[in-house]
């Protein structure tokens, strides 16, 4: 099966730069992605990374080492509006079940003034 | 563009009741999921089809729900009876294709509660 680990909560102040850690375990991988959920919102798309390396979108930038089995997003200059849970999916690849996408237990972002 | 469309936004039942989920894709994604969230819990994947063809249904508990979509458009989950337990959002998304796309577009979801 899968599985994801990610903090439960992270709290940081106006101006600041979180980074949100993702571990996974899966029998086949394909690529991790972030989402961002706000309250009584919709999960929305942020990044995905198939290969390793960095992948930078604006403020915000994502990291993956498929040999560590290891993810981060990196939220920069950090709003009030990035309150909000982030959610690491790992897309996984196998014969009887390719693509699917599975969600870890999600971060909740607390920005203070 | 259109984006996912799930009906109703809420729903409250009592228990050993049924209930229906409706939920319209993009147009042109071939890629459909259902996800029951839990509060302050991660979207837990229940089914995922592409086209009208089933790729994963392994968490769906298939003793009360079912999922289906007809013409690889439109798809209804349904719950019979409800639960307690199944007090959850249920998120429907949709992407363009398992093979090619990296992002899955998400309704607004439907607040069910079981009492």
């Known amino acids: 099966g899968q599985s994801l680990e990610q903090p439960s909560e992270v709290t940081a102040v106006e101006g600041a730069i979180v980074q949100i850690n993702c571990t996974y375990q899966?029998?086949?991988?394909?690529?991790l992605s972030w989402y961002q959920q706000h309250d009584g919102g919709a999960p929305t798309f942020l990044s995905y990374n198939g290969l390793d390396g960095l992948e930078e979108t604006g403020r915000f930038s994502s990291f993956l080492s498929r040999s560590d089995s290891y993810g981060y997003l990196l939220l920069q200059e950090l709003q009030m509006k990035d309150s909000a849970s982030y959610f690491c999916?790992?897309?996984?690849?196998?014969?009887?079940?390719?693509?699917?996408?599975?969600f870890g237990a999600g971060t909740q972002v607390v920005v203070t003034p | 563009e259109a984006g996912v469309a799930q009906s109703p936004r809420y729903k409250i039942i009592e228990k050993r009741q049924s209930v229906a989920f409706w939920c319209n894709p993009i147009s042109g994604h071939a890629t459909l999921y259902w996800y029951q969230q839990i509060l302050g819990q991660g979207p837990k994947l229940l089914i995922q089809f592409q086209n009208n063809g089933v790729v994963d249904d392994s968490q769906l508990p298939k003793d009360r729900f079912s999922a289906e979509r007809l013409k690889g458009v439109d798809s209804t989950l349904k719950i019979q009876p409800a639960k307690l337990e199944d007090s959850a959002v249920y998120l429907c998304?949709?992407?363009?294709?398992?093979?090619?796309?990296?992002?899955?577009?998400f309704g607004q979801g439907t607040r069910l509660t079981v009492v």
């Open positions: 998304a949709s992407s363009l294709d398992i093979q090619v796309s990296t992002e899955a577009f």
């Open positions: 899966t029998s086949g991988f394909y690529g």
């Open positions: 999916a790992v897309r996984d690849r196998r014969a009887d079940s390719w693509g699917k996408l599975q």
